[in-house]
């Protein structure tokens, strides 16, 4: 009863002429607040608890271990890069939704964590501003907004910048719990000299790498936690994971100076943030079970292919945004040869 | 014999609800009015017998269709006829005649035959026929008076549905009490001597391991009588689903199981045909589940075919809003008005809370209380008994390809890829090529979405769309089976019980 009457006042708090204006705002606050006073239309009379708020809350508690352990190494430096994705990237948000005249969507919540999480600790401030804008209105907006994007937005703005602000993303990297600036992340230091650092300095996150990627027991938990909770599909991580290291192992037998071996592969670089987080995002990965192993496959053996060959050194990202590309392809394919097949059974 | 291994492994598992019926039924006694539908059951609508002001005995006919398909209806209390009205039922507007009751219980017999086993083939048919049960079941059970699509001769198997998948699993074990168990196996005899080609399949609640031997053993005489225990998973108990599940058989989407020569019936459909045959009891009464926390007490109860809702509307908890749904609460009929009846087929009733506010911060609290095909609520792994209520639980939200429709759907549709279809007006031959004509309506997709798109009216759309364009089951299903009675058929499909 309580809470029903504070709902009436909150209604004829927005009901003043001044906030009128800011009605999507308004809107999306009560949303928050009080959920909503719609019922069902009919048949079916009852329906699922879940609801995009909650489906996104879940992805930012399984990235919680990932944020404390990045608060945990870089501090306040941590919490600004963070704070201005967000804010830079929700303003954004907010200006598209007052174009469109639609509420604002929970997408950005996510989006607006994981973009910092995949920067090196001391990108400047004004660099974030720049790529979470970019990823915002070019890897989504543009699209339609959530729901409707081709590719991940974080990914979009982080590859942006990486192109764009090449001096500053390849030497903003400092060791954890240290204001040391190095240049050097474990994979930079084997594409260089073939040394590999202790795997548990790997897994604890005590090496150098961008702000989530590196507390590599916190990203193995918080994947599972959405696995478990069927937030995200278990095919896309896994495959990603088992391919890359089958091709690992192989190519580590072949050409032992350019691949690396299994192990060093799946604990170093973006690859486990990555394969848990932002391969598995729904919109941008295959609808089809056949088509998420095919991605699952093809983004391991590029990731390989780019980290090995390629000027970087690092290719979770490319692969990703690259199968993203291939996302509606491969669903096509799956789903036309789908019904074909069956049609021919009967 | 019992017969293990059979799973449906799509679908959704209801369980653990609050509102959930007890096992305990309680006569109520005869209403002062009855509105009796002239359609009710499998078949077309019969005409009415009687005329205003008329005295008419409970079991007497009061409508009956000679050249129809179609079962007579009858009067369910002593008393006049008051009135003939238009009903906008559960299948469709349809005529109803108002009684007024005199207050008696008594009603009278079928006919004045013997005991059944005594009785001719023909006989038999025939007071099956004017009781009434002939109706039950989604195609009817046939009978040479043209009760169903399909003569007797054509029924190759009998299942029996006594299991209960709908949102309260509501099993109707609470008939088994009072020797029901050698009144379903007298039934299932019943049937049998009608139609005595067909094979008996029955199905039960895996957690009910000794009814399931009891019945198997009271039947142990009937051929080719199986029983099949299942876990309880929505839909099975559609004839779409439960038919490929045991029988392993496809289905014709969008036909009745009689065009495979398939009766489904329930528990309760059995029993009446008992009755029917060895009590010479015409089909008056029913007995329906009373569902929902808005009930004082959840139990079953025996009702008169005819009463209106406003009956039990004494039973509902003061000062709560209630929806009034009959049958399962995913694809029930909302009622609306007071003064429906309950048909023949009506198996539950549910008084589910209206709830138009959906608690503060609720996206954020560690839910209890809540279902969800997602774990994302404490509920799913805590006993607690899950509340249900009208509310939707969130906004509308854009599709984000999550796939939990494509994981429930019981008939392998991937049901948001016809939504964006549909929704973008791209409806074409392929959607048929997707299957669209496989959806049966169990609104199962619309159930698990998280951004709360309707997307099973998405679907329904695109079907209708389809068929003005001339494209429907018969030219996409039809050309793969070979059905029975389907020139004499049409447009029956959407029976219900």
Redesign the interface.
């Known amino acids: 009863m309580k809470?029903?009457d504070?709902?009436g006042t909150y209604d004829r708090i927005v009901r003043i002429r001044l906030l009128k204006n800011f009605e999507i705002i308004t809107d999306t606050i009560g949303?928050?607040?009080?959920?909503?006073?719609?019922?069902?239309?009919?048949?079916?009379?009852?329906?699922?608890?879940?609801?995009?708020?909650?489906?996104m809350?879940?992805a930012i508690i399984a990235l919680i271990p990932s944020t404390a352990a990045a608060i945990y190494f870089w501090g306040f430096a941590a919490i600004k890069i963070i704070i201005v994705s967000y804010v830079a990237g929700g303003i954004t948000e907010v200006l598209f939704a007052f174009i469109r005249k639609k509420?604002i969507?929970?997408?950005f919540l996510v989006t607006g964590l994981i973009f910092p999480l995949t920067l090196p600790p001391s990108t400047p401030l004004w660099v974030v501003a720049v790529g979470v804008i970019f990823g915002t209105i070019f890897g989504k907006e543009l699209f339609g907004?959530?729901?409707?994007n081709i590719f991940n937005p974080a990914l979009v703005g982080r590859i942006f910048i990486t192109i764009g602000f090449p001096e500053i993303m390849t030497t903003s990297w400092i060791a954890p719990l240290s204001d040391t600036i190095t240049s050097a992340t474990p994979l930079v230091v084997y594409k260089s000299s073939q040394v590999m650092p202790p795997f548990l300095d790997l897994l604890l996150g005590t090496t150098a790498g961008s702000m989530g990627e590196t507390f590599r027991v916190g990203i193995i938990l918080g994947g599972l936690f959405l696995m478990?909770?069927?937030?995200t599909?278990w095919r896309i991580p896994i495959v990603y994971l088992l391919t890359v290291f089958v091709m690992s192992l192989l190519g580590n037998t072949i050409l032992p100076a350019k691949i690396a071996p299994p192990a060093f592969q799946l604990l170093s670089g973006g690859l486990l943030f990555g394969a848990m987080f932002m391969a598995t995002d729904?919109?941008t990965s295959p609808?089809?079970k056949t088509g998420k192993v095919v991605f699952g496959i093809l983004a391991g053996i590029f990731t390989i292919l780019i980290r090995a060959f390629s000027g970087f050194t690092e290719g979770v990202m490319f692969s990703i945004v690259l199968m993203n590309g291939f996302t509606p392809l491969i669903d096509h394919i799956v789903?036309s040869s789908k019904?074909?097949l069956e049609?021919n059974e009967? | 014999m019992i017969v293990s291994g059979k799973r449906f492994t799509k679908g959704y598992s209801f369980h653990h609800f609050e509102g959930a019926p007890e096992e305990r039924l309680v006569e109520s006694g005869v209403p002062s009015e009855v509105v009796i539908p002239l359609q009710q059951g499998f078949g077309d609508e019969v005409s009415a017998t009687i005329k205003k002001g008329d005295t008419v005995k409970a079991g007497q006919i009061i409508g009956a269709g000679e050249d129809t398909v179609s079962t007579p209806v009858h009067s369910t209390v002593n008393g006049t006829v008051e009135d003939f009205r238009v009903l906008s039922y559960l299948q469709g507007d349809t005529n109803a005649v108002v009684i007024r009751s005199d207050g008696s219980a008594d009603w009278q017999l079928v006919d004045d035959g013997g005991a059944w086993t005594e009785l001719s083939e023909e006989a038999l048919e025939r007071r099956l026929y004017l009781s009434g049960v002939t109706s039950l079941g989604r195609s009817g059970i046939p009978t040479r008076f043209g009760s169903s699509i399909i003569g007797p001769e054509d029924v190759e198997h009998i299942i029996i549905q006594g299991i209960g998948t709908d949102v309260f699993n509501t099993t109707f074990s609470v008939l088994f009490e009072n020797d029901g168990v050698r009144r379903l196996a007298e039934g299932v005899k019943v049937l049998k001597s009608i139609m005595p080609k067909a094979a008996v399949h029955i199905t039960f609640d895996k957690s009910d391991m000794l009814l399931i031997k009891q019945v198997d053993e009271a039947m142990s005489g009937i051929d080719g009588l199986r029983s099949y225990p299942l876990k309880a998973r929505f839909p099975q108990e559609c004839d779409e689903v439960i038919i490929p599940t045991i029988l392993n058989r496809p289905y014709p989407y969008g036909y009745l199981p009689a065009h495979l020569g398939i009766i489904v019936l329930n528990v309760q459909a059995v029993m009446h045909v008992f009755e029917a045959a060895s009590e010479n009891k015409p089909l008056i009464d029913r007995v329906v589940a009373l569902c929902g926390r808005g009930f004082k007490e959840n139990r079953y109860t025996s009702l008169r075919v005819g009463c209106q809702i406003q009956y039990v509307q004494d039973l509902v908890k003061e000062e709560m809003d209630v929806r009034f749904v009959f049958n399962n609460l995913l694809t029930g009929f909302t009622c609306t008005d007071m003064t429906l009846p309950l048909d023949r087929t009506c198996n539950s009733i549910t008084a589910l809370p209206e709830r138009q506010f959906g608690g503060f911060m609720n996206f954020a609290s560690p839910g209890f209380k809540n279902d969800s095909h997602t774990k994302t609520f404490v509920a799913s792994f805590i006993p607690f008994e899950k509340s249900l209520d009208t509310n939707l639980h969130g906004e509308e939200r854009p599709c984000i390809f999550c796939g939990y429709c494509e994981d429930v759907c019981p008939v392998g549709i991937i049901p948001h890829l016809i939504y964006h279809n549909v929704e973008r007006d791209k409806v074409e031959e392929h959607l048929a090529a997707y299957r669209i004509f496989n959806c049966m309506d169990c609104n199962l997709c619309t159930y698990v979405c998280p951004s709360k798109i309707p997307v099973a009216s998405y679907v329904r759309e695109g079907k209708d769309k389809l068929r003005e364009m001339g494209i429907d089951e018969s030219t996409v299903i039809l050309p793969d089976f070979q059905l029975k009675g389907i020139e004499m058929s049409n447009a029956t499909d959407e029976d219900t019980d």
Not at chain 1, 145 to 148: K, L, P, V
């Open positions: 809470n029903i504070l709902k949303g928050i607040l009080f959920g909503p006073s719609k019922v069902t239309p009919g048949a079916p009379h009852i329906v699922d608890s879940i609801e995009i708020k909650r489906f809350s879940a509420e969507e929970e997408g907004g959530t729901g409707r478990f909770i069927r937030i599909n729904p919109v609808f089809t789903v019904y074909r049609k009967r």
